[in-house]
């Protein structure tokens, strides 16, 4: 009986060493639940096991990524961890962001020098779903200001798949047919894509985060050790944008990568500061608007990579405003559409009305704002758009982006029904309620349509 109490027991040094580890991982949690909403962490500084002061965003970035033994720091469980940014050496033949490159880039973002990106920011990259699967050509999204960025991303990425890639196929089964060297080339070019239209095909930049900072903190610009390791690539052709993508596509697609924040600063090196001037109106000063805690894109983000031009409205042309002023917006059909909806849109004001050359665009693919919400529609008929005949009756296919949506839902729209036909599934009580959002944004474009979920519950 002794022996066994004995062996249960242990010595006072490991009961002690065991309660100071518990301490700390319950302290190191607390500390990264504050750091993730921002509550009192933002001065706070650390050494690392060089003796050097890091940041707290730095140390927030550190969470959850083991560090190399013999370093006296315990990995952490934290769901708020953001890890460390992927750094490519600062070898090659980039050139190293200044001090007055970092401020334009902060302000054309936040309209100040002083915000850096939330946490969920941070996390965002560009990531498939499993190869030959249903969701094989689907990128994998999160709740979060980038959303719409992946999501327009998405675009992109089905535009090539099933339209423009030299070995095309335009069947709907061969988006569940991609290996995972599919989908890396897809995302190659869907990138590389976007980044020389907002160049005007003449020269495309592509951030990567190097080893070494180029930049200090000053009185007027605080670091957020991303935009100080910057180093920007030039491309004078679309070819060898490409090529240079996809050979560092994991400072895109790797967790931790920060890669939409880097296609966001590329997407705004390409454009240039000078062509943005031109692009925005009085009603957008900067690309980012705050929103709980976050940061939202506005309008001129998305149609910067729908159109290449960051025009902040979504109706054709330009107009004048209340007070005379020139708002601009879509000069030109983009090759992926856009279709917006909300609850608590009013069909009265004309500058929210999104304007025939996003709702008709080359290619039979829109970003969907529903509610707030980006999602994809597609077709994968390319003459829908070039034939009315079929209009008529056609299948529309889609992503949610939701991590609920096992495969994407099949809807057959029927732009010829009889008005009884629809009448008997919608309950005139309650108009803005009576289909589902998704169907409301549909019929933004096809409005007599009825809407067939071939089974699928509606995505409301």
Known sequence: MDT????LEQSPQELDLEEITRSILFLDKWREIFSYHRLGTNNTTSQNHEGNYISADETEYRKGRPE?????HLPSSSLCSVPRPSIISSNLSGSPISLA?????RHVLFGNTDQVFSSDWKKAHFKFNDPFSDLAFALKVEKGGAQSIQMAVQGSVIKYLLFTRKKKDCRFHSLCELSQQDQ??????????ILWDTAAAQKATVCLV?????????LDYSKDDLAEQLQLF??????????????????????????????????IFSRTFERLQDDLDVTTAHLLQPHAGGFLCRQAVLNMILTGKASPNVFNGCEKGES??????????????YLQWGQDASKDDRFSQVGSMLKTPKFPIWLCNINGNCSILFCTNRQLLSDWKMECLFDLYFYSGQPSQKKPARLTIDTHSHHWERDRREDKRRPAQRCSPVEMAIRTKWREATIN????????
């Open 101 to 105: 490159l970092a401020k334009k880039l």
């Open 453 to 460: 979920w071939n089974g699928t519950y509606p995505f409301f």
């Open 68 to 72: 190399p033994r013999g370093q006296g």
């Open 324 to 337: 005379q002023e020139r708002l601009r917006g879509v000069v030109a059909r983009s090759d992926i559409g």
């Open 210 to 218: 190097t080893e070494n900072s180029y930049i200090a903190s000053t």
């Open 184 to 193: 890396k080339q897809a995302l190659a070019a869907a990138l590389a894509g």
């Open 4 to 7: 066994e109490v004995s062996s």
């Open 234 to 267: 030039e491309f004078s052709e679309k070819e060898a944008t490409e090529k240079f993508i996809y050979d560092h596509l994991q400072c895109f697609k790797g967790e931790g990568s920060h890669g939409v924040i880097l296609f966001l600063y590329s997407l």
